[in-house]
């Protein structure tokens, strides 16, 4: 007898202020299926025969529906909705179906994993994109096991350094170079080009995405050789522009 994988299904609804939840009918969102409590993807597979799926994953007219090997009983998602909500839900079960969207919800945290391998390391696209109506204003780094000797650049397609550039993650916990702002020209900023001036007076300011087609990949890199395999979260805060 095969093996007999567990079956994921979820669906997004729309909470309204009267409390009743709608079906969104998503069929561009993104979502990304993590170890619980890990930052590793979980493989996943699209039928009961093994099928190979791809993670992240694409919602179909608001739905999602994937297997796991039977092993795996709880679950991270991470995800992106067409209409740039976030959400991260942390160690579901097989029994939990519905992602619930609060439409009045402005500011997001989008969290995203990463990983090193121990080697300089080609740009690495995450799977999500800067939307139109999304205005970035931050960057955080948790790093959950360190790389040795490793730096992460955090950015774009366009602009693969424009976040953070050289943030070492060689410790575990918040690089504290990420957590203080930035005071002066002479001060030593790893906040990329996108969220930080570095000429005058080191002023933070806030990205959006330039147009349709430039820039709008979400990407990392390990910019450095690491002597051990790292991993963690991207966290990008950002602001939902509701008139877009």
């Known amino acids: ?10 669906y997004l609804y729309e909470r309204h202020a009267s409390g009743v939840d ?10 990304n299926i993590l170890t619980a409590s890990d930052p590793s993807e979980v493989t996943c597979y699209a039928d009961q025969n093994g099928t190979a799926a791809s993670n992240p994953m694409t919602f179909t007219n608001g739905r999602v529906r994937f297997y796991t090997a039977p092993s795996v009983t709880s679950i991270d998602i991470s995800g992106l909705t067409a209409g740039g909500h976030a959400f991260f839900y942390q160690g579901i079960t097989p029994s939990v179906h519905r992602i619930v969207i609060d439409p009045t919800k402005m500011l997001h945290k989008l969290v995203i994993p990463y990983q090193v391998v121990g080697a300089s390391e080609a740009v690495t696209d995450t799977g999500f994109d800067i939307l139109a109506n999304m205005l970035v204003t931050d960057i955080e780094i948790h790093v959950t096991t360190l790389g040795t000797g490793a730096q992460l650049d955090v950015g774009t397609s366009t602009t693969p350094a424009g976040f953070c550039d050289n943030v070492s993650v060689a410790t575990t916990g918040y690089p504290a170079t990420l957590l203080e702002e930035s005071v002066g020209a002479s001060t030593s900023s790893l906040f990329g080009s996108l ?29 450095t050789s690491s002597s051990t ?3 963690g979260y991207i966290y990008i805060t950002y602001t939902r522009i509701p008139t877009v």
Not at 2 to 9: F, Q, R
Not at 198 to 217: D, E, F, L, P, W
């Open 195 to 223: 969220l930080s001036y570095v000429t005058g007076i080191a002023a933070r300011k806030k990205h959006r995405r330039a147009n349709a087609t430039s820039g709008a990949n979400i990407v990392y890199s390990n910019t």
């Open 229 to 231: 395999a790292g991993e």
């Open 22 to 31: 709608t079906p969104i009918a998503d069929s561009t969102g993104v979502v």
């Open 1 to 10: 007898m095969g093996l007999v994988y567990t079956e994921w299904a979820f």
